[in-house]
């Protein structure tokens, strides 16, 4: 049974990449959405790691960061062989996609605790189906994507 925290939503990197990158095109929009989120972030290691990746050459970035989870700004979760076996799942299902190793862990998060909002720039979680049909809720679009493209 899934255990839902109140007022919780998973982070894609997106939104952390663009949080910690001011020069990057989303740096506003999630800037505003971290500073008027009121919950419990939640997200895993493939999702950091991807972010760590992109802000590699961005002066302290990285450093920054670590430092924002180390005071609590993120709960990052751990992957084990049951969310693994999911994600072979969701990423063969979705393998036109294709599905990343982030977003599959994101959706194998999402099925155990049933947090269904998720931050993402991206609109593949807009495409993504978890099990009984059932839809995560992003956040961040398409009412923030369209007002990203029209700054």
């Known amino acids: 049974m899934p255990n839902v925290t109140p007022n919780a939503a998973l982070i894609d990197a997106g939104p952390l990449i663009a949080l910690f990158n001011p020069r990057d ?3 506003v929009l999630c800037r505003r959405f971290f500073e008027g989120f009121r919950g419990h972030l939640v997200s895993t290691w493939p999702v950091l790691t991807e972010c760590a990746y992109m802000l590699s050459n961005t002066a302290n970035a990285q450093r920054s960061l670590l430092q924002w989870i180390e005071s609590g700004g993120l709960d990052v979760r751990h992957m084990h062989v049951e969310h693994v076996r999911s994600m072979l799942v969701y990423t063969q299902k979705y393998h036109d996609l294709p599905m990343d190793l982030a977003d599959a862990s994101l ?3 999402s099925i155990e605790t049933g947090i269904t909002d998720i931050a993402s720039i991206d609109s593949d979680f807009d495409i993504y189906r978890l099990p009984g049909k059932g ?3 992003n956040v961040l679009g398409p009412a923030a994507r369209s007002a990203r493209r029209s700054t």
């Open 135 to 137: 839809r995560l809720k």
């Open 25 to 27: 095109a989303d740096h």
């Open 107 to 109: 959706v194998a998060l």
